[in-house]
Protein backbone atom coordinates (compact mmCIF):
# COMPACT_ATOMS: atom_id res chain seq x y z
CA UNK A 1 0.00 0.00 0.00
CA UNK A 2 1.20 3.33 -1.17
CA UNK A 3 1.14 5.70 1.74
CA UNK A 4 2.48 9.74 2.22
CA UNK A 5 2.48 11.24 4.74
CA UNK A 6 2.76 14.95 5.61
CA UNK A 7 3.92 16.55 8.65
CA UNK A 8 5.38 19.96 10.39
CA UNK A 9 2.76 22.36 9.71
CA UNK A 10 1.08 24.29 12.96
CA UNK A 11 0.60 28.10 14.07
CA UNK A 12 3.51 30.27 12.54
CA UNK A 13 3.28 33.95 12.70
CA UNK A 14 3.76 36.13 9.32
CA UNK A 15 7.41 36.41 8.20
CA UNK A 16 8.01 33.62 10.32
CA UNK A 17 9.45 29.53 9.23
CA UNK A 18 8.30 26.24 8.96
CA UNK A 19 9.43 22.85 7.14
CA UNK A 20 6.67 20.44 5.91
CA UNK A 21 7.72 16.83 5.53
CA UNK A 22 6.41 13.90 3.05
CA UNK A 23 7.20 10.56 4.35
CA UNK A 24 6.45 7.82 1.44
CA UNK A 25 6.13 4.05 1.67
CA UNK A 26 5.18 1.47 -0.41
CA UNK A 27 6.42 2.85 -3.87
CA UNK A 28 9.73 3.09 -5.96
CA UNK A 29 10.73 6.53 -4.38
CA UNK A 30 13.53 7.45 -6.43
CA UNK A 31 10.71 7.08 -9.76
CA UNK A 32 8.17 9.39 -8.35
CA UNK A 33 8.39 13.35 -8.81
CA UNK A 34 6.59 14.71 -5.99
CA UNK A 35 4.58 17.96 -5.75
CA UNK A 36 3.48 20.10 -2.82
CA UNK A 37 0.19 21.55 -3.32
CA UNK A 38 -2.12 23.91 -1.22
CA UNK A 39 -6.12 24.30 -0.79
CA UNK A 40 -7.12 27.26 1.52
CA UNK A 41 -11.01 27.24 1.97
CA UNK A 42 -13.15 28.50 -0.75
CA UNK A 43 -10.13 28.28 -3.35
CA UNK A 44 -9.29 25.91 -5.55
CA UNK A 45 -6.30 23.42 -4.53
CA UNK A 46 -2.99 24.98 -5.92
CA UNK A 47 0.31 23.75 -6.91
CA UNK A 48 3.20 25.03 -4.91
CA UNK A 49 6.54 22.92 -5.85
CA UNK A 50 7.32 20.25 -7.14
CA UNK A 51 10.92 18.38 -7.75
CA UNK A 52 11.91 15.73 -10.31
CA UNK A 53 12.47 11.62 -9.34
CA UNK A 54 15.91 11.64 -10.42
CA UNK A 55 18.30 14.60 -11.44
CA UNK A 56 16.51 17.36 -8.56
CA UNK A 57 15.07 19.34 -11.06
CA UNK A 58 12.33 21.75 -8.98
CA UNK A 59 9.79 24.15 -9.91
CA UNK A 60 8.17 26.88 -7.96
CA UNK A 61 4.87 28.73 -8.45
CA UNK A 62 5.20 32.55 -8.82
CA UNK A 63 4.02 32.77 -5.23
CA UNK A 64 6.25 30.90 -3.24
CA UNK A 65 9.51 31.34 -5.43
CA UNK A 66 12.47 33.10 -3.33
CA UNK A 67 10.73 32.16 -0.51
CA UNK A 68 9.60 28.34 0.00
CA UNK A 69 12.26 25.84 -1.35
CA UNK A 70 12.04 21.86 -1.98
CA UNK A 71 14.32 19.25 -1.18
CA UNK A 72 14.58 15.35 -1.31
CA UNK A 73 16.79 12.95 0.63
CA UNK A 74 16.11 9.10 -1.67
CA UNK A 75 17.35 7.27 1.52
CA UNK A 76 15.06 8.47 3.50
CA UNK A 77 12.11 8.62 0.75
CA UNK A 78 10.81 11.82 2.13
CA UNK A 79 10.58 15.09 0.59
CA UNK A 80 10.62 18.31 2.19
CA UNK A 81 9.25 22.08 1.92
CA UNK A 82 11.02 24.89 3.31
CA UNK A 83 8.80 27.63 4.04
CA UNK A 84 10.17 31.05 4.63
CA UNK A 85 8.75 34.87 4.90
CA UNK A 86 5.58 33.08 5.62
CA UNK A 87 2.66 35.59 4.90
CA UNK A 88 -1.21 35.28 5.92
CA UNK A 89 -2.10 34.11 2.56
CA UNK A 90 -0.07 31.07 2.84
CA UNK A 91 -1.89 29.73 5.22
CA UNK A 92 -4.21 26.49 3.87
CA UNK A 93 -3.76 22.79 3.93
CA UNK A 94 -0.56 21.25 2.50
CA UNK A 95 -0.30 18.14 0.52
CA UNK A 96 1.94 16.31 -0.83
CA UNK A 97 1.65 14.06 -3.82
CA UNK A 98 3.36 11.49 -6.15
CA UNK A 99 3.42 11.26 -9.70
CA UNK A 100 5.26 8.43 -11.56
CA UNK A 101 7.94 10.41 -13.44
CA UNK A 102 10.85 9.32 -15.34
CA UNK A 103 11.94 12.73 -16.33
CA UNK A 104 10.71 16.01 -16.15
CA UNK A 105 8.16 17.42 -13.48
CA UNK A 106 5.14 19.51 -13.84
CA UNK A 107 2.12 20.52 -11.32
CA UNK A 108 -0.84 19.16 -13.17
CA UNK A 109 -2.69 17.67 -10.00
CA UNK A 110 -5.05 15.30 -12.42
CA UNK A 111 -1.60 13.82 -13.53
CA UNK A 112 -0.51 12.74 -10.00
CA UNK A 113 -0.81 9.48 -8.50
CA UNK A 114 -0.64 9.39 -4.72
CA UNK A 115 -1.98 11.52 -2.26
CA UNK A 116 -1.27 12.56 1.41
CA UNK A 117 -3.99 13.32 3.57
CA UNK A 118 -2.71 17.35 4.51
CA UNK A 119 -1.29 19.46 7.09
CA UNK A 120 -2.68 22.47 8.02
CA UNK A 121 -0.75 25.88 8.37
CA UNK A 122 -1.98 28.19 9.76
CA UNK A 123 -0.65 31.76 9.44
CA UNK A 124 -0.93 34.65 12.11
CA UNK A 125 -0.63 37.98 11.16
Known amino acids: EVQLVESGGGLVQAGGSVRLSCAAS????????IGWFRQAPGKEREGVSCISSRDGSTYYADSVKGRFTIARDNRKNTVYLQMTSLKPEDAAVYYC??????????????????WGQGTQVTVSS
Open 97 to 114: AAEIRPVGIGLNPALYDY
Open 26 to 33: GLSFDDYA
